[in-house]
T-cell receptor, first 116, second 120 residues
Framework: AQKVTQAQTEISVVEKEDVTLDCVYETRDTTYYLFWYKQPPSGELVFLIRRNSFDEQNEISGRYSWNFQKSTSSFNFTITASQVVDSAVYFCALSEAGAAGNKLTFGGGTRVLVKP | DTGVSQDPRHKITKRGQNVTFRCDPISEHNRLYWYRQTLGQGPEFLTYFQNEAQLEKSRLLSDRFSAERPKGSFSTLEIQRTEQGDSAMYLC??????????????????FGPGTRLTVT
């Protein structure tokens, strides 16, 4: 069965600092997909990024970047030059190609607090 | 595109009462999911629909829970004889595999604002 672990429950930083969120996953599928979602205080989950298991190329999108390493089953996410609006709970999620409907399995979330 | 909408946003009910939530997915999204999120936890999968067919149900979905998507558009989630343990945020999401980049691959799910249920 799939599992996602986010060991950091809360991170507090001062504005403009970088924030790296850790995510470790378990799956028996060889094809799977990894996601990061943001949940601001309003409660709505917002899709941020997706990565396919067969593409380990790391990318940068604006202030977001991610580091996907299959060898360690990790999918870490970095916010560069954090802003107060980045304060939210961030969830890492996994979807297996073999799972019906490609349902998402979420980690427990990491609360990020960016102080001015 | 308008996003996923859910109604009501908040529901307070007494133990033993029945409640029904509605979800309107993004138009033309053929997959619709229900998740439940308790305080301080990540969302947990409950069930999903491909068009009007309910294709998978989690063991979290007890007999008191029922979901429908009669015309392949909006969906309802009903909880009968509510218990205090049902208090949670109920999230709906939709996706459209037809818009995926990779054939048979994965498509991001777009979430609604959720319905927060409080059972007293």
């Amino acid at each position: 069965a799939q599992k996602v672990t986010q060991a950091q429950t809360e991170i507090s930083v001062v504005e403009k600092e970088d924030v790296t969120l850790d995510c470790v996953y378990e799956t028996r599928d060889t094809t799977y997909y990894l996601f990061w979602y943001k949940q601001p205080p309003s409660g709505e989950l917002v899709f941020l990024i997706r990565r396919n298991s067969f593409d380990e190329q790391n990318e940068i999108s604006g202030r977001y970047s991610w580091n996907f390493q299959k060898s360690t089953s990790s999918f870490n996410f970095t916010i560069t030059a954090s802003q107060v609006v980045d304060s939210a709970v961030y969830f890492c999620a996994l979807s297996e190609a073999g799972a019906a409907g490609n349902k998402l399995t979420f980690g427990g979330g990491t609360r990020v607090l960016v102080k001015p | 595109d308008t996003g996923v909408s859910q109604d009501p946003r908040h529901k307070i009910t007494k133990r033993g009462q029945n409640v029904t939530f509605r979800c309107d997915p993004i138009s033309e999204h053929n997959r619709l999911y229900w998740y439940r999120q308790t305080l301080g936890q990540g969302p947990e999968f409950l069930t999903y629909f491909q068009n009007e067919a309910q294709l998978e149900k989690s063991r979290l979905l007890s007999d008191r829970f029922s979901a429908e998507r009669p015309k392949g558009s909006f969906s309802t989630l009903e909880i009968q004889r509510t218990e205090q343990g049902d208090s949670a945020m109920y999230l709906c999401a939709s996706s459209n595999p037809g818009q995926g980049v990779v054939a048979g691959g994965e498509y991001e799910q777009y979430f609604g604002p959720g319905t927060r249920l409080t059972v007293t």
